[in-house]
C-alpha cells in the first residue's frame, strides 16, 4: 500500500507540473487550450472557466494540457501552430523547466527534513586512512588542500579528488593540521569518516542546486558511457524499478521519498529535452528546422516521425523492463 501511494504521489507531481508548465506558458503565449486534466481515463469531474475544461479523471497518473491545434491542424488563429515559433518553443520547454524546479525544492525540503551532513566528525571506520592520522569524533574540519570547507558533502567531494590530502580541523578549540593517503573504496577515494547532521535552511537551499545539477550531470554520464562501450542496460530503470525504488523510499519516511521524487523529476526533465521525437526534445527539433527553413515541415511527415519515435521508446521500456527490471527482481 505504500509503494502504491508513493509511486502515485511523485508519477502525479512529476507529470502534473510538467504539464501544468505547458498550460501556464500557453496561456501566457495567448494559444487556446481546450483542456487541463488532472489524472487520466474516465472523467469524474469537469468545469468549463472561460474557454478552457478543467478536469479531473480516475486514474491518479499525471495529467495533460490539451492545446488547439497541437495534435493537427486548425483554423482557430489561436491554435498551437499558428503561434509564433519563439511562443511555441517557449511552451515546449516549459514542462521541463517545471521538472527542474520541482526537483529543486523537492531536494531543498528533503534536505530540511533529513538534515545536511556538517563538517564535523561523528564516527571513524576502522582500518581506515582517518584513524591512523588520529583524527577524532568531535574534530570539525575547516580545509581540505587549502579549500576551506563548511559541511560534510564539500569535504567529500574534495576528498575524492586527490590520493593525498591536507586537513585542517578544531580540536577543543586548537586549529590542528594533518596529512593523509586517500584509500580507494568502491571507486572513490575516501579517509573513512562520517559526519553529523544539521538543519540549515541556506544549506538546503545550496544543496538542493548542487543536488539537481549533480542528477542532470550523471544523466549526461550515461551518454558519455554510451560513446565509450562501457554502458550495462542493469544501469537503467524501466517503470517496474522506478515504482521499487519509490516503494523503498516511501518505506524510510517523507524525507527519502522527497528525495526520490527530486531524482525522478530532474530526470525527466533532462531526458524530455533530449532531440527524440514523440518528446518536447523532438518537438525543439521541429521547431529549429522551421526557424530555418521559414515554413514548418510537412505535418504528415512529422506525425510519421512522432509515431516511428514513440515505438522507439516503448520498445525501448519493454526491453529495459524485460532485461533490467525483472532481472532484479527474480
Given at each position: 500500500m505504500?509503494?502504491?501511494?508513493?509511486?502515485?504521489?511523485?508519477?502525479?507531481?512529476v507529470v502534473l507540473l510538467h504539464e501544468f508548465g505547458h498550460f501556464y506558458f500557453a496561456k501566457k503565449v495567448g494559444i487556446r487550450v481546450n483542456e487541463f486534466s488532472v489524472g487520466m481515463g474516465p472523467k469524474i469531474y469537469q468545469k468549463q472557466?472561460?474557454?478552457?475544461?478543467?478536469?479531473?479523471?480516475?486514474?491518479?497518473?499525471?495529467?495533460?494540457c490539451a492545446m488547439e491545434g497541437e495534435g493537427g491542424e486548425s483554423e482557430d488563429p489561436r491554435s498551437f501552430e499558428k503561434a509564433p515559433v519563439k511562443s511555441r518553443a517557449l511552451v515546449v520547454v516549459a514542462g521541463a523547466a517545471m521538472n527542474f524546479i520541482l526537483a529543486v525544492v523537492a531536494f531543498f525540503l528533503a534536505l530540511l527534513l533529513m538534515g545536511t551532513p556538517t563538517n564535523q566528525v561523528e564516527k571513524l571506520l576502522e582500518n581506515y586512512p582517518a584513524v591512523e592520522a588520529g583524527l577524532k569524533p568531535g574534530d570539525r574540519i575547516i580545509?581540505?588542500?587549502?579549500?576551506?570547507?563548511?559541511?560534510?558533502?564539500?569535504?567529500?567531494?574534495?576528498?575524492?579528488?586527490?590520493?593525498?590530502?591536507?586537513l585542517i580541523f578544531e580540536r577543543d578549540g586548537q586549529v590542528k593540521k594533518t596529512n593523509l593517503s586517500t584509500k580507494t573504496d568502491q571507486g572513490r577515494n575516501v579517509i573513512g569518516i562520517s559526519f553529523g547532521t544539521g538543519h540549515s535552511v541556506k544549506d538546503a537551499i545550496k544543496g538542493s542546486f548542487l543536488m539537481t545539477g549533480e542528477v542532470i550531470a550523471s544523466i549526461f554520464s550515461v551518454f558519455?558511457?554510451?560513446?565509450?562501450g562501457t554502458f550495462k542496460t542493469e544501469m537503467l530503470a524501466g517503470p517496474v524499478g522506478v515504482i521499487q525504488v519509490i516503494g523503498k523510499s516511501?518505506?524510510?519516511g517523507l524525507g527519502p521519498l522527497l528525495y526520490i521524487l527530486g531524482v525522478i523529476s530532474a530526470n525527466l526533465g533532462v531526458v524530455n529535452l533530449l532531440p527524440i521525437p514523440a518528446l518536447d526534445g523532438g518537438k525543439l527539433v521541429f521547431l529549429l528546422i522551421e526557424a530555418v527553413r521559414g515554413k514548418p515541415v510537412d505535418s504528415n511527415k512529422e506525425a510519421a516521425i512522432t509515431v516511428?519515435?514513440?515505438i522507439l521508446l516503448f520498445s525501448l521500456m519493454i526491453y529495459i523492463t524485460i532485461f533490467s527490471d525483472l532481472k532484479r527482481i527474480f
Amino acid at each position: 500500500m505504500a509503494t502504491l501511494v508513493g509511486a502515485i504521489f511523485v508519477f502525479l507531481l512529476v507529470v502534473l507540473l510538467h504539464e501544468f508548465g505547458h498550460f501556464y506558458f500557453a496561456k501566457k503565449v495567448g494559444i487556446r487550450v481546450n483542456e487541463f486534466s488532472v489524472g487520466m481515463g474516465p472523467k469524474i469531474y469537469q468545469k468549463q472557466k472561460g474557454e478552457t475544461k478543467y478536469s479531473l479523471r480516475l486514474l491518479p497518473v499525471g495529467g495533460y494540457c490539451a492545446m488547439e491545434g497541437e495534435g493537427g491542424e486548425s483554423e482557430d488563429p489561436r491554435s498551437f501552430e499558428k503561434a509564433p515559433v519563439k511562443s511555441r518553443a517557449l511552451v515546449v520547454v516549459a514542462g521541463a523547466a517545471m521538472n527542474f524546479i520541482l526537483a529543486v525544492v523537492a531536494f531543498f525540503l528533503a534536505l530540511l527534513l533529513m538534515g545536511t551532513p556538517t563538517n564535523q566528525v561523528e564516527k571513524l571506520l576502522e582500518n581506515y586512512p582517518a584513524v591512523e592520522a588520529g583524527l577524532k569524533p568531535g574534530d570539525r574540519i575547516i580545509e581540505v588542500n587549502d579549500q576551506k570547507v563548511t559541511n560534510g558533502n564539500e569535504i567529500i567531494k574534495a576528498i575524492e579528488k586527490s590520493d593525498s590530502v591536507q586537513l585542517i580541523f578544531e580540536r577543543d578549540g586548537q586549529v590542528k593540521k594533518t596529512n593523509l593517503s586517500t584509500k580507494t573504496d568502491q571507486g572513490r577515494n575516501v579517509i573513512g569518516i562520517s559526519f553529523g547532521t544539521g538543519h540549515s535552511v541556506k544549506d538546503a537551499i545550496k544543496g538542493s542546486f548542487l543536488m539537481t545539477g549533480e542528477v542532470i550531470a550523471s544523466i549526461f554520464s550515461v551518454f558519455k558511457m554510451m560513446f565509450a562501450g562501457t554502458f550495462k542496460t542493469e544501469m537503467l530503470a524501466g517503470p517496474v524499478g522506478v515504482i521499487q525504488v519509490i516503494g523503498k523510499s516511501t518505506a524510510l519516511g517523507l524525507g527519502p521519498l522527497l528525495y526520490i521524487l527530486g531524482v525522478i523529476s530532474a530526470n525527466l526533465g533532462v531526458v524530455n529535452l533530449l532531440p527524440i521525437p514523440a518528446l518536447d526534445g523532438g518537438k525543439l527539433v521541429f521547431l529549429l528546422i522551421e526557424a530555418v527553413r521559414g515554413k514548418p515541415v510537412d505535418s504528415n511527415k512529422e506525425a510519421a516521425i512522432t509515431v516511428v519515435g514513440l515505438i522507439l521508446l516503448f520498445s525501448l521500456m519493454i526491453y529495459i523492463t524485460i532485461f533490467s527490471d525483472l532481472k532484479r527482481i527474480f
